[in-house]
């Protein structure tokens, strides 16, 4: 019997109603590092899963990066940092897109975080490292993890 995320779930049972974005997890070194390589392999064996890890990975470079709900409404998995001025600037990005061939836009959109008060707007850096920043405003965070680095959100 297959178990389904409800990420997957919902995206069966509601094809035209749900969206996948691409992340940061979707980065081949990100998620080799943190176990999907070696999920593929454990559970299809070594050349079905190295191969099935590898057709996955190319996938993930078609995902889109953000979506616009209602020309009012932006969806991205990290943030908008100091190189997106405009929608264009993400529609106009070439796929296949990977983190070697990115811009400064898809660590933008990839890694940034939320700043954790509300009342903060505008740009900070990032805790995460030199270079991210973390951003404030008016914006609404979904976080589905469970147990995400030993902690429930």
């Not at 057709?55 to 990290?78: D, Q, S, T, Y």
Request: proline share 5%; with cysteine; charged share 20%.
């Amino acid at each position: 019997m297959k178990i389904f995320s409800i990420k997957e779930f919902l995206k069966i049972e509601y094809p035209h109603n749900i969206h996948l974005i691409r992340g940061n997890h979707e980065a081949t070194d990100i998620n080799a590092l943190f176990g999907f390589h070696t999920d593929c392999i454990e559970r299809m064996g070594e050349q079905d899963g190295i191969w099935a890890w590898n057709r996955i990975n190319r996938l993930f470079n078609w995902l889109p990066l953000a979506a616009l709900m209602e020309k009012k409404v932006i969806c991205m998995h990290g943030g908008i940092g100091h190189s997106i001025n405009h929608v264009e600037q993400i529609e106009n990005l070439q796929r296949p897109i990977t983190m070697e061939t990115g811009t400064i836009v898809l660590m933008d959109l990839l890694w940034y975080d939320p700043t954790e008060n509300d009342s903060v707007e505008g740009l900070r850096p990032n805790a995460r490292g030199p270079g991210l920043v973390a951003f404030g405003g008016h914006l609404i965070t979904l976080f589905f993890a469970t147990n995400y680095c030993g902690e429930d959100p």
